[in-house]
């Protein structure tokens, strides 16, 4: 079972209160939440359902418990963002690619185009060749 603000697994080490709508949550991410409603309304209530919950006066949490909450957050805020600048990173990369893709086709396409002008200076010079050949060849028939 995941905890509905962390979204991390709730196990026997984090701690796990259930609320009377049947929610669970770890302990620290409840109290934390609770200390952050407490600043700014009166009612106490799930942070998944807004169902009034009386639970939430009693949470005992120490101070330890508090700098635990505290580091975890820390923890997902960097968790979260190391993955978006991954993501920005893979985005990056993709449009490295298709820009390299896009390169390597124009390249391929010059590389076309080089050869069959090569191909058409090798026709006229072979041509070439055989008309100074031919010619040469019927200047000494004529003798």
Same mark, same amino acid.
């Given at each position: 079972?995941?905890?509905?603000?962390? $979204?991390?697994?709730?196990?026997?080490?984090?701690? =796990?209160?259930?609320?009377?709508?049947?929610?669970?949550?770890?302990?620290?991410?409840?109290?934390?939440?609770?200390?952050?409603?407490?600043?700014?309304?009166?009612?106490? &209530?799930?942070? $998944?359902?807004?169902?009034?919950?009386?639970? %939430?006066?009693?949470?005992?949490?120490?101070?330890?418990?508090? *700098?635990?909450?505290?580091?975890? *957050?820390?923890?997902?805020? +960097? +968790?979260?963002?190391?993955?978006?600048?991954?993501?920005?990173?893979?985005?990056?990369?993709?449009?490295?690619?298709?820009?390299?893709? *896009?390169?390597?086709?124009? %390249?391929?396409? *010059?590389?076309? &185009? $080089?050869? %069959?002008?090569?191909?058409?200076?090798?026709?006229?010079?072979? =041509?070439?060749?055989?008309?100074? =050949?031919?010619?040469?060849?019927?200047?000494?028939?004529?003798?």
């Amino acid at each position: 079972m995941d905890c509905a603000i962390c $979204y991390a697994a709730i196990t026997q080490a984090t701690g =796990k209160i259930e609320l009377s709508c049947s929610h669970s949550f770890h302990i620290n991410c409840l109290a934390s939440w609770f200390e952050t409603l407490n600043k700014t309304q009166r009612t106490q &209530e799930c942070p $998944y359902c807004r169902h009034g919950c009386s639970e %939430l006066e009693t949470i005992p949490i120490s101070r330890e418990m508090r *700098e635990m909450t505290i580091l975890h *957050e820390r923890e997902i805020r +960097y +968790y979260r963002a190391s993955l978006r600048i991954a993501n920005e990173n893979a985005d990056l990369a993709w449009e490295d690619a298709r820009e390299a893709e *896009e390169i390597a086709r124009n %390249l391929n396409t *010059e590389l076309h &185009e $080089y050869r %069959l002008e090569q191909h058409a200076r090798d026709v006229l010079e072979k =041509k070439k060749q055989s008309k100074e =050949k031919w010619a040469k060849w019927t200047a000494d028939i004529k003798k």
